[in-house]
């Protein structure tokens, strides 16, 4: 079978997501912690993953791939398509005031790099630390079968708090964004 259109749909741009989240959240950090006391500093994500399922280290981030919506009126030789993806955090302290901020802090960080992040990048291998690469490496988007268009937030969820075991409480704030993309 000779197959229409070379499109990988959501996989790899998920897998470039998450490389460019690993990547840049240390300098996202920075600026985020320049403004809170030095004894409460973020730290960056101890685990990130592409599924929810229980978390075993924390903080954690999870990106999943919601839904891929397609342009029925775009070109032909194109899939014009909205590929909406969330990003949930999972966040524990033991204060539910400084629960409140490290949510409000860590949704801050990970807005920062999504918005900050040259659509270029996603055409360049990088570096992801994932065990569904177990070569540590993405290859990158291939610029002549795919088009990155935008990247947009569309809402920040700041999540419910919940008890955990042990006294400490957690939380789960969660960023929604689309990726516009075109694939031949």
Same mark, same amino acid.
């Given at each position: 079978?000779?197959?229409?259109?070379?499109a990988q749909f959501a996989k790899p741009v998920v897998n470039q997501l998450i490389a460019i989240l690993q990547r840049d959240q240390q300098a996202a950090l920075d600026i985020v912690n320049a403004a809170r006391p030095s004894d409460r500093a973020l730290k960056p994500f101890a685990a990130f993953y592409k599924e929810a399922a229980?978390?075993? +280290?924390?903080?954690?981030l999870v990106l999943v791939a919601q839904e891929n919506?397609?342009?029925?009126?775009? $070109?032909?030789?194109?899939?014009?398509?909205?590929l909406r993806c969330f990003?949930?955090?999972?966040?524990?302290?033991? $204060?539910?005031e400084w629960l409140a901020e490290d949510a409000? $802090?860590?949704?801050?960080?990970? $807005?920062?790099?999504?918005?900050?992040?040259?659509?270029? +990048?996603?055409?360049?291998?990088?570096?992801?630390?994932?065990?569904t690469l177990p070569g540590g490496a993405?290859?990158?988007?291939?610029a002549t079968t795919c088009k990155i268009l935008d990247l947009?937030?569309?809402r920040h969820d700041l999540g419910a708090v919940v008890g955990r075991r042990g006294g400490t409480l957690a939380r789960g704030p969660q960023i929604e964004f689309v990726v516009e993309l075109e694939e031949r």
């Open positions: 079978m000779t197959p229409r259109y070379q229980p978390i075993q +280290n924390w903080p954690a919506t397609f342009d029925p009126s775009s $070109d032909p030789e194109l899939r014009t398509q909205s990003c949930a955090l999972a966040v524990t302290a033991s $204060d539910p409000m $802090d860590y949704l801050r960080l990970v $807005d920062m790099v999504l918005t900050s992040v040259p659509l270029a +990048n996603f055409y360049q291998p990088l570096a992801i630390n994932h065990r993405t290859s990158g988007l291939d947009r937030i569309l």
